[in-house]
């Protein structure tokens, strides 16, 4: 089947349809069904078409053609049995705005409309003024009343057409989008209740203040009230009186924080329509509801803009004379059409100019306000700094008046007199000052004793942000302990990004792909290539699909009809703050070469642009980033967040590793509360790093989700433990919650650290009807250049406050600083070292000498000098190392800067965990020293040592964690260790025995306590003296002579003294028999 657009001049194809008939070869015959066919185009679909196919095989016994249907207007009519069957239905269409519209003919789209085709009718919607300042539609709802079929198979598409309004009326089509599937939008008419407005102005003020959501942030005070009630005011008071109220509530700010406890749980939210940024006005109970005439809408809401009287009073005059139009049969009034026009011209710039002027007196009254307080400000600092003056003296006085007395008593050790002060309060009532208490020295030193209380470690593991961190992902597994047993509030970690999880927050509106149409794809700018990319932007809005009656639909034709679209939140434009908290890079994509990356980030936010190329990472492939970027924005106008993470080069262009994109308004205008996780807990305590962080407290934000999703409001009864909450007919308690180890305690005399019953309840209720809880997603990062495949993940969370509100401090997510410290191991002696080697007189022996270093620290390895010819495998050194380091307490690793390879060029952060290795060696001079053992000691699970070499045996490694000890604690530590040598056999060997002393210092302790390397000075801390070593230690080369006294003459030395003799007796024997001869000649010759 071939389909054509009918022309005046030609007959364009639109395509053409396969279609495969059922066959009917039997007598049964059964009314066969419809089926959507695809019409095939050039390159994709260009729609559908609905039919059905039969083929009977004639001549077959048995098998009779069915009766042919109705013959009418050269056509065949379709059969009752096989036509769809129709109701009426109305469609309410909810046009929130187009987002990422892509350039036409090269040419930006900047005010398109909507056509919207259902059911062969098509709902125009208003065009957007600019797209760039604001890319929503005005008016966001409307409806239309159609006939659909009931069976969903037959339901035709939804068409959506996308038309640019340019010069000289031309209204190019820029995108379409076709909706085939539209089932879940389906439903039944119903209308949520809502609380009616009473006609008593005072009344409407407390029902909205009950209704409505309070966006005080915590620990707001007068300053909370102040806006509250400023918020009302504003409906009936002009703007000056306004400011005095709002100076007022400033000034009074510190004397009435005590007072305005409950009235920080009100609830202000603002419903659309908005016609004010900063002011909750006062408005009809279904004056949210947009309808398909945004006139008729519009009209009773303009009476209602506070602050502007005399246009209210014009708009009153306009809507009088058109009821009098309306009774007069449509007759024209007594003004012309021309005046009319006119006079609206003039009422508009009369209009204008009244908020020109409005806008400069708001900037007056905010330069006044803020001038006011910096002088309240400064005048507080001034008291302040007083007071602390005249404190300070009077402490000093006290003292030197003490101690005058001390000195003329006489008696030193009897009595210390101490001045009592009272830690930073004010002088007793009427000005008495207390009499100084008396303690002697003993219980002044005790005292001082108890008052320093050790830290606990589990204390310093969840000291800070981080540990929530490692809890969640299961780094650590003390944390898991440390937490349960606290019942610490925890964050909950997401595998995959947060919309995945959360139905994309499709709560409220849906997003539908854009793309390009027919008529573009065929044309001279069509892509090069069928498998390019046609996507052109995004609409976002939604549907409800639902069966009316015949008398709806006639009602709706005289007056406007309820709709069930209705509080929706405002689609005008607001401001807000943006914080991103990108906390660590997982498995990214290498781009250096030898496999690794030096990542940095890159964010934007509308215009704002964060790049931390400066702190770049080197050589991290899990990086931990430990970043906050903060930008203001306008919603929906810069509505996408886009996060980057680059490898930095020093040579060339840095490469992009792969980015993600955040839509930050869907995450705004959820019910879930995705613009700021809820926590598990509410604490009130600022000094708490668990502090409550959001604007809206627990009440608040129930109350603004009951809102917003149109149930009624919560209510609250009973107190303590029989409190309970209703929620949309749902009944919550409190002792449900808070049974056995979840209930909070509060230790006594300690400020009240957990919120009211009522906000508890209120959180707990939150977290069972599925807010999003305090957490940090993944997000997996993409690069264009290879579409589709993960370049690495992030973990990250964002919060979104509005900026017109008391914005909370940020998360202090900046990564640990790590301590200094000062590591001093005293080599004292070795015991029972094996002898390696052999002296030529056949004795074992070793010239002993320890090697230690850190782990991670191989080049700061130190050594002590050698105990020459130990025959017995003892060595006496008596040798200070000291090795200073960073380490992070919390993690319990040591934090070095350090190449990781010979190619490398700069140094990257490394982790390793406190491992102290001791090595004994044996020394050579013509070989390498041979290793006779070696040992390694966790500084933070150190086994105990033994007090003397015959307990020193490889059985204290065998020690349980719980009974080992960790330096830090000890601060000190003296014993003996064994060494192994497990080379051989991979059994452990005793070889050896080293007596050591391990003690850590802090940098300023180590600065209070000097003391030098080896026996250098400062000889100090303890003082070290030359070992007593034997006198057979010594170096062979060095000492020749001690070589001959110690191993010849001390065993020889009387057999080398006979000899000699022996040797000089010979000696005088031979010289007498040589002369003899001639003596005796020399005797005859004379004689």
Same mark, same amino acid.
């Given at each position: ?290 309808? %398909?005439?945004?006139? $008729? ?157 050790? !830290? ?236 409550? =962080? ?29 409190? =309970? ?34 906000? =508890? ?205 960790? !330096? ?45 390397? $080896? ?54 024997? $031979?010289?007498?028999?040589?002369? %003899?001869?001639? $003596? ?8």
């Amino acid at each position: 089947i071939e389909l054509f657009d009918e022309d005046i001049l030609s007959h364009d194809p639109l395509g053409r349809v396969v279609c495969r008939p059922v066959v009917r070869n039997s007598s049964n015959y059964q009314v066969g069904k419809l089926r959507w066919y695809p019409i095939g185009g050039t390159k994709r679909s260009k729609g559908d078409l609905l039919a059905g196919f039969e083929l009977f095989k004639l001549g077959t016994s048995g098998v009779e053609l069915p009766l042919m249907p109705p013959f009418e207007g050269m056509r065949y009519l379709v059969p009752t049995d096989i036509r769809p069957k129709l109701q009426l239905t109305r469609v309410e269409v909810l046009t929130w705005g187009v987002r990422l519209m892509k350039d036409y003919k090269m040419i930006p789209v900047d005010a398109p409309h909507i056509d919207i085709e259902v059911g062969g009718q098509t709902l125009s919607i208003d065009k957007i003024e600019s797209l760039k300042k604001h890319p929503n539609f005005v008016s966001p709802h409307a409806y239309v009343d159609v006939e659909l079929p009931i069976n969903e198979e037959y339901l035709p598409p939804i068409n959506i057409r996308v038309m640019d309004n340019r010069a000289f009326g031309y209204t190019p089509l820029v995108a379409v989008a076709t909706i085939k599937e539209y089932g879940k939008y389906r439903t039944e008419y119903s209308l949520n209740e809502k609380p009616a407005l009473d006609e008593d102005e005072e009344k409407n003020k407390a029902i909205l203040s009950e209704v409505l959501v309070d966006q005080a942030g915590p620990g707001s005070g007068a300053g909370a009230l102040g806006d509250f009630m400023g918020m009302l005011d504003e409906e009936l008071q002009d703007d000056t009186q306004a400011a005095d109220v709002v100076l007022s509530n400033i000034a009074a700010k510190d004397e009435a924080v005590e007072d305005v406890k409950d009235m920080e749980d009100g609830v202000i939210i603002e419903i659309e329509p908005k016609r004010s940024d900063s002011q909750a006005q006062l408005v009809p109970a279904d004056a949210g509801m947009i309808i %398909s005439n945004p006139a $008729a809408a519009e009209a009773p809401l303009l009476t209602e803009i506070p602050g502007d009287e005399d246009n209210a009073g014009n708009i009153t005059m306009k809507l009088e004379e058109k009821e009098l139009e309306a009774a007069n049969g449509g007759k024209t009034t007594k003004k012309s059409e021309k005046q009319m026009e006119k006079d609206l011209k003039m009422e508009e710039k009369l209009a204008k100019k009244e908020a020109k002027l409005k806008k400069k007196r708001d900037k007056r009254e905010k330069k006044e306000r803020e001038k006011y307080m910096k002088i309240v400000e400064k005048d507080r600092q001034k008291t302040a700094k007083a007071q602390a003056k005249a404190k300070y003296k009077a402490e000093q006085a006290m003292k030197k008046k003490a101690l005058e007395e001390l000195e003329k008593g006489g008696s030193s050790d009897e009595e210390t007199f101490i001045p009592a002060g009272n830690e930073g309060g004010e002088a007793g009532e009427g000005g008495d000052e207390k009499p100084p208490s008396r303690l002697s020295r003993k219980e002044t030193r005790k005292k001082k004793l108890e008052e320093e209380v050790p !830290i606990h470690p589990d204390d310093i593991l969840v000291s800070d942000w981080w540990s929530k961190y490692y809890q969640c992902i299961g780094s650590d597994p003390r944390l898991d302990r440390i937490f349960k047993e606290r019942n610490l509030p925890t964050i909950k970690l997401y595998e995959e990004e947060l919309e995945e999880d959360h139905n994309k927050f499709r709560d409220l509106m849906d997003v539908v792909r854009l793309n390009r149409p027919d008529n573009e794809l065929d044309s001279d700018y069509a892509p090069d290539s069928e498998d390019e990319d046609d996507h052109v932007g995004l609409f976002k809005g939604s549907f409800k699909i639902y069966p009316i009656t015949e008398e709806m639909r006639v009602k709706a034709e005289t007056e406007e009809p309820v709709l069930m679209f209705s509080n929706l939140p405002n689609n005008a434009p607001v401001d807000v703050v943006v914080r991103v908290y990108i906390v660590a890079g997982i498995n990214l994509t290498p781009l250096d070469f030898g496999g690794s990356v030096d990542p940095y980030l890159w964010v934007k936010c509308g215009k704002h642009i964060h790049d931390d190329k400066a702190n770049y990472q080197t050589k991290k492939i899990n990086p931990e980033f430990g970043k906050m970027f903060e930008s203001r924005c306008s919603l929906p106008r810069d509505s996408q967040l886009i996060i980057k993470v680059y490898d930095h080069d020093l040579i060339g262009s840095n490469d992009i590793v792969g980015g993600t994109t955040i839509d930050l308004e869907d995450r705004y205008l959820s019910w879930k509360r995705a613009s700021c996780g809820v926590p598990q807990t509410y604490i009130v305590d600022k000094e708490n790093k668990d502090v409550w =962080r959001d604007t809206l407290k627990p009440i608040a934000l129930l109350k603004r989700m009951c809102l917003l999703k149109g149930w009624a409001p919560p209510t609250f009864k009973g107190k303590q433990t029989s409190l =309970r909450c209703y929620v949309n007919g749902s009944e919550y308690k409190l002792k449900y919650f808070e049974s056995g180890n979840r209930r909070p305690v509060e230790k006594p005399g300690t400020t009240k650290k957990h919120g009211s019953d009522e906000h =508890r309840l209120a959180l707990y209720v939150l977290h069972e009807l599925g807010v999003v809880p305090e957490h940090i997603e993944t997000r997996t990062l993409y690069n264009d250049d290879c579409p589709g495949i993960p370049q690495g993940k992030i973990h990250l969370w964002v919060d979104i406050f509005p900026y017109d509100r008391n914005l909370p401090p940020p998360v202090d997510i900046r990564p640990r600083v790590p301590q200094k410290y000062v590591l001093r191991v005293i080599v004292w002696n070795t015991y029972d070292v094996i002898l390696q080697d052999e002296n030529f007189m056949g004795e074992r022996m070793s010239d002993i000498f320890c090697k230690i270093w850190m782990e991670g620290l191989p080049k700061y390895a130190q050594e002590t000098d050698v105990h020459f010819r130990s025959l017995t495998g003892e060595g006496n050194f008596n040798w200070r190392m000291t090795y200073d380091f960073d380490y992070l307490l919390a993690e319990q690793k040591v934090v070095a800067f350090q190449k990781l390879s010979f190619f490398s060029f700069e140094k990257s952060l490394e982790k390793y965990p406190p491992t102290l290795h001791i090595q004994v060696y044996d020394y050579d001079v013509f070989s390498t020293n041979d290793l006779l053992g070696w040992t390694e000691l966790s500084l933070v699970s150190l086994v105990p040592p033994t007090k003397g070499p015959k307990e020193c045996s490889l059985d204290v490694y065998d020690t349980p964690p719980a009974n080992r000890i960790s !330096i830090f604690d000890k601060k000190k530590i003296k014993g003996l260790w064994p060494v192994y040598d497990d080379s051989l056999t991979g059994e452990k060997e005793l070889t050896g025995k080293i007596e050591l002393e391990i003690e850590i210092l802090t940098e300023e302790e180590a600065i209070e306590k000097p003391a030098g390397q $080896a026996r250098n000075d400062p000889n100090e801390n303890p003082t070290l003296e030359p070992p007593n070593r034997p006198v057979t230690s010594f170096s062979f080369f060095l000492n020749p002579f001690t070589v001959f006294k110690i191993l010849i003459w001390e065993k020889y030395k009387w057999k080398i003294l006979m000899s000699f003799i022996i040797l000089l007796c010979i000696c005088f024997l $031979a010289l007498i028999i040589y002369t %003899s001869p001639g $003596a005796m000649t020399n005797a005859l010759w004379s004689g």
